[in-house]
């Protein structure tokens, strides 16, 4: 089946540090791309959508400044939280489409931003 | 308004009891409805997708079902290792996908 693979699964890191986080379909290629951010025991909640040599489309409320995403080829996608604050602590997720009417889901970066 | 609603949102089993968890959407066309298992700090991992009303999939204890509104979700004589999250998640025929909040699952030996 289709692998999504997320890296890092985890970062710690100190106020007022940029984190990137990479999401890349292993194969396929990926047409749309997702963010999503987890709060503990909730759902996820979609951040951005971003297609491969577009810019992302961010939903309400999210800051675009802050969180970063760049869709450079069809395979992979990346997150970047500039400047983290302890508040942007979170489990964040990224799924990928082939457009085939597949959705795969990474598996996950744990930010701590202490 | 196109939205997917889950429930309940948790349930709790004894081993062994049967039960089923709903997925109710309202989009304006049906290209396709997934569920997926979630555990505590892992990605979501997909288990069925499901394309048209009548249409079931089977997988271990687990069996999806789908009607023009809503789908179940069966889980047959289910064992503590079924315990997790599941979502529901629909894509429009517009192209958006909406996620349902999850039923949190727990099966007590």
């Known amino acids: 089946g289709a692998v999504v693979s997320q890296h890092p699964s985890r970062v710690i890191c100190k106020s007022g540090t940029s984190v990137k986080i990479e999401c890349r379909s292993l194969?396929?290629?990926?047409?749309?791309m997702f963010w999503y951010r987890q709060f503990p025991k909730q759902s996820l909640m979609l951040m951005a959508t971003?297609?491969?040599?577009?810019?992302?489309?961010?939903e309400q409320g999210v800051e675009k400044d802050k969180f970063l995403i760049n869709h450079a080829s069809l395979t992979l996608s990346t997150l970047t939280v500039a400047s983290a604050h302890p508040e942007d602590s979170s489990f964040y997720i990224c799924?990928?489409?082939?457009?085939?009417?597949?959705?795969?889901f990474g598996s996950g970066t744990q930010l701590s931003v202490l | 308004e196109d939205q997917v609603t889950q429930s309940p949102e948790a349930l709790r089993l004894q081993e062994g009891e049967s039960s089923s968890l709903n997925c109710s959407y309202t989009?304006?066309?049906?290209?396709?409805l997934f569920w997926y298992r979630q555990d505590p700090g892992k990605g979501p991992e997909f288990l069925f997708t499901?394309?048209?009303a009548g249409e079931e999939k089977e997988k271990e204890r687990l069996k999806a079902t789908l009607t023009k509104k809503e789908s179940f979700l069966h889980i047959t004589a289910p064992k503590p290792e079924d315990s997790a999250t599941y979502l529901c998640?629909?894509?429009?025929?517009?192209?958006?996908?909406?996620f349902g909040t999850g039923t949190s699952l727990t099966v007590i030996p």
């Open positions: 799924s990928a489409t082939t457009g085939n009417e597949k959705l795969f």
């Open positions: 194969d396929f290629q990926a047409t749309t």
């Open positions: 971003s297609n491969e040599g577009s810019k992302a489309t961010y």
């Open positions: 989009v304006s066309g049906l290209r396709g």
């Open positions: 499901l394309y048209s």
């Open positions: 998640a629909v894509l429009s025929t517009g192209n958006q996908f909406y």
